[in-house]
T-cell receptor, first 111, second 113 residues
Framework: EPEVTQTPSHQVTQMGQEVILRCVPI?????FYWYRQILGQKVEFLVS????????KSEIFDDQFSVERPDGSNFTLKIRSTKLEDSAMYFC?????????FGPGTRLTVL | AQSVTQLDSQVPVFEEAPVELRCNYS??????LFWYVQYPNQGLQLLLK??????LVKGINGFEAEFNKSQTSFHLRKPSVHISDTAEYFC???????????FGAGTTVTVRA
């Protein structure tokens, strides 16, 4: 069964550093998403991506964040200058429309 | 955006007993409804979904859920749980035509022998 994969599973970084989180969506999916879950809080929507552009983003997704589909298979989330409060589990998801399938997540720890 | 409430943060239950996890959402506009499960140290796995049609939907691992439009609810049930059902369960909602998901806070189910 095809699945969404994410790398790395765990990323530790220093405050102010740039990080790139990577996702490989399910191959025939057209919609891509990033969500995050801060420890003890709800899973929150960050951004959706369709047809090589952002279709919707939340208030959380400020200028520090960017997404890219660099090669037709990978889907990346970049955080330019990490803050302590960016520490969270980041989930990638993909869909053909109504139903999203999630990856296992990347745990980002900002020190 | 939808607001999703999971009324129980923790549900302890004995093996082979039934369980019900409650979920309510804020808006009565046309919605898609989902339950996801997160096993320890794993990602979010789709348990079941309601898109249209029959209000009683069946999912994997013997779970089912019932959509109640008038009560804006989508409660999850299983008649007999196993130890392996110990996990966190998330209710999620999207408005039709807007695919982003709004999640509830999650319900931790702990099944004891």
């Amino acid at each position: 069964e095809p699945e969404v994969t994410q790398t790395p599973s765990h990323q530790v970084t220093q405050m102010g550093q740039e990080v790139i989180l990577r996702c490989v969506p399910i191959s025939n999916h057209l919609y891509f998403y990033w969500y995050r879950q801060i420890l003890g809080q709800k899973v929150e929507f960050l951004v959706s991506f369709y047809n090589n552009e952002i279709s919707e983003k939340s208030e959380i997704f400020d200028d520090q964040f960017s997404v890219e589909r660099p090669d037709g298979s990978n889907f990346t989330l970049k955080i330019r200058s990490t803050k302590l409060e960016d520490s969270a589990m980041y989930f990638c998801a993909s869909s053909t429309g109504d139903t999203q399938y999630f990856g296992p997540g990347t745990r980002l720890t900002v020190l | 955006a939808q607001s999703v409430t999971q009324l129980d943060s923790q549900v302890p239950v004995f093996e082979e007993a039934p369980v019900e996890l409650r979920c309510n959402y804020s808006s009565s506009v046309s919605v898609y409804l989902f339950w996801y499960v997160q096993y320890p140290n794993q990602g979010l796995q789709l348990l079941l979904k309601y898109l249209s049609g029959s209000t009683l939907v069946k999912g994997i691992n013997g779970f089912e859920a019932e959509f109640n439009k008038s009560q804006t609810s989508f409660h999850l049930r299983k008649p007999s749980v196993h130890i392996s059902d110990t996990a966190e369960y998330f209710c999620a909602v999207s408005d039709r035509g807007d695919y982003k998901l709004s999640f509830g806070a999650g319900t931790t189910v702990t099944v004891r022998a």
